[in-house]
């Protein structure tokens, strides 16, 4: 049997919803690391370009694409006194998969079964994805198996778009004044560095990039990343007794000093942070290996990266002709840091949570949103949910009433935002 909406606004959002995330995931966005400007690619500014149109239409005012390809818009509140709050959701889909061509397929009235894809041989097996099985008798999207959906973060796109053309068509429920923004580059950490808050002037704002439905975050991983470049000294192999030193076999040995059994990706999870080595290249001369460093603690942080610095030095040492240099930048921090001191932000989205019916569940997560560093920068920007899930893979999906939850929440939110007024 079809399973109810989480209210009655939802189902009625729900086919909007449906509508512009199949629209949507049509056009290519994918982010290029190999970013030269902004947006990183032509898909981007096409996107944005079809939702100015779209906003405008809807009625929205200012609706603007900026010259870094940040598209915004202004819908003007109805009470006077509250302050201005920000919707946001990102243009761009991860690079690690396929983007282009993708097709999606709606599954109605979801019977818990496997659902075998079309392309590719890929299947979504409920056994193996647990979030999957608690969907029956939702609608869901898929891909056709060979790309991602681009649910990430276009179901967090359409459920914007649903609820301020809901708030448009009903003047008469109380908001204050929304501004949308809809920013590039958020998957290759790009983004958010370029967001005018200034020009967009909100109190606060709101990303719609999570996942499962009813969960929110203020909380994210506090990030680096470590590059060790180690010099060696290369010889004509013929030649080289008692000369070469072998960058790469150097290499090889900090990699087996490293933890293999604790703070790896694999071996952690909830509230526990990692090395995690994404990239080995080497030759005899010269080689270098690439990490990400995570926590939610930045004091736990910087002992993680003190245990990998420490860790290549000493392999290292053991060679004298050789050299190591780490290279360690700062990534994002950890929202929460700045979250704490605007209690009002998301206790306003728990709220808007529960005037939908969910137990609002507060999921620290293991990445970074638009929101770590928009936080840091000024503009407290906690995360929502989106209802998609499997995200960066041909097994991405979405559930259509999980969506229509969301763009439910988006218009409690304001609702409640209206009633902070004077
Ligand atoms: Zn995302």
Redesign the pocket.
């Known amino acids: 049997m079809t399973a109810a909406f989480s209210s009655e606004l939802a189902e009625g959002l729900a086919d909007d919803v449906l509508d512009r995330l199949l629209r949507y995931v049509r056009i290519d966005t994918q982010s290029d690391r190999a970013y030269a400007q902004s947006p990183s690619t032509p898909g981007q500014l096409e996107l944005a370009r079809l939702l100015v149109g779209e906003l405008d239409a809807i009625g929205l005012e200012e609706a603007a694409i900026d010259g870094n390809g940040f598209a915004t818009a202004t819908l003007p509140g109805n009470v006077d006194g509250a302050p201005v709050i920000g919707f946001l959701a ?1 243009l761009d889909t991860s690079p690690d998969e396929s983007g282009a061509g993708v097709e999606p397929l709606v599954h109605r009235d979801y019977d818990g079964g496997v659902i075998a894809l079309p392309r590719n041989g890929t299947v979504l097996d409920p056994e193996h994805m647990p979030e999957l099985t608690a969907k029956r008798g939702h609608d869901l999207v898929t891909t056709s198996g060979d790309t991602l959906l681009g649910a ?2 276009k179901a ?1 796109i359409a459920e914007v778009m649903a609820a301020v053309a809901y708030l448009a068509a009903h003047p008469e429920v109380p908001r204050p004044t929304i501004r949308v923004c809809f920013s590039p580059d ?2 290759i950490g790009e983004g958010a560095k370029l967001f005018d808050i200034d020009a967009f002037g909100a109190a606060c704002a709101y990303t719609f ?1 999570g996942s499962e439905a009813g969960e929110f975050t203020d909380e994210t991983f506090t990030a680096a990343g470590a590059d060790i470049v180690i010099h060696g000294v290369d010889v004509h192999p013929g030649m080289a007794t008692g000369k070469l030193v072998n960058a790469a076999r150097l290499a090889g040995r900090v990699l087996a000093a490293l933890p293999q059994d604790r703070l790896t990706p694999e071996s952690t999870a909830d509230r526990e942070g990692f090395i995690h080595v994404h990239s080995v290249e080497g030759t005899a001369g010269r080689a270098t290996i690439r990490t990400i460093v995570r926590d939610f603690d930045d004091d736990r942080l910087a002992e993680h990266v003190a245990l990998l610095v420490e860790t290549a030095e000493g392999v290292v040492a053991t060679e004298p002709r050789a050299r190591v240099a780490v290279d360690v930048k700062h990534q994002y921090p950890n929202m929460r840091t700045f979250l704490d001191a605007h209690p009002t932000v998301s206790a306003a989205a728990e709220e808007a949570l529960r005037r939908e019916g969910f137990e609002p569940r507060r999921v620290p997560i293991r990445g970074g ?1 638009d929101g770590s560093i928009l936080s840091a920068r000024g503009l407290p920007t906690p995360n929502l949910f989106t209802g998609g899930h499997d ?1 960066h893979s041909v097994r991405e999906w979405a559930s259509v009433h999980d969506m229509a939850s969301a763009a439910a929440v988006a218009v409690r939110l304001a609702g409640v935002w209206a009633e902070r007024s004077g």
């Open positions: 990102h990430d973060d967090g958020e998957e990039d949103t995200y």
